[in-house]
C-alpha cells in the first residue's frame, strides 16, 4: 500500500441466518420440496456433495411457480430479521464502507425481501434461479460468468480483494468460515462463530446487527 494511501473497505454480508434468523432456503425446501431434501442437506454438510449440487437437486424437486413461493416467503410469520440492517447500512454509508451481501441463497428472495424491506438499492450476489415446468434450476455464476459447484462466496471475495479492497466479514454459517479467514475482521455467530473458536481464528461475536455497528465504531476505520 502506498504511503499516506487511505484503505478501501467493503462489508460482505451473509443472508440466510445472518441478516434473516432462519434460513429461507430451508423454510421453502420443507414446505415445497417432493423428496427427502434433508439425506442432500447432511451430503453437503459432510462434504460428500458441493453446495451446487445440492441446491440444483433440492430445488429441482420444487414445482410451485414463482408467486406461490413468494406469496409463502413474505407472509410467513418465520421470516424474522436480526435487528440493526438498517443502522448497519446507515453506518456503512455515513463511513464510505461499501456493503455487498453474497449469498448462497436464491435471487428470487433476496430481491423480493431487500424491496419489502425497502432496500431494493442494495447490491447482492446469489444464485440465479430458474422457474421451468420441470422444476425449480438453480445455478451459482461465478465473476467469470462461468457456473461454479462450489466456493461461491471465495470467488466474490477473491474478486473483492482483487479490486483493492479490505474485507470485513459477516457470517453465521459453516460456509462463511472460508470466505471469513480472507478478510481483516470478521464478525460471527451461531455456526461460523463456533468454526471459529474452534479452528483459533480471531472474530468478533455478535446476536444482532447492532452489535456489528458497534464493533465497527471500535475498529476506528476513518
Known sequence: MESGKKSKYLVQCDFDGTITYKDVSYMVLDDFADGDWRSLLREYQTGRIPVGTFNSRAFGMIKADKKTLLDYILNSPELRFR????ELLDYCKQHNLEFVIV??????YLEAIL???G???VRFYAATSRFLPGGLQVDYI???GKITEEGFK???TDMFLKQGYRIIYIGNGVSDYSPARKADYVFATDELLERCETLHTNCVPFKDLNDVVEGLKRLKLD
Open 83 to 86: 435487528p440493526g440492517l438498517k
Open 103 to 108: 449469498s448462497n441463497g436464491q435471487d428470487f
Open 115 to 117: 424491496k419489502k424491506l
Open 119 to 121: 432496500l431494493p438499492d
Open 142 to 144: 461465478a465473476p467469470d
Open 154 to 156: 471465495d470467488k466474490h
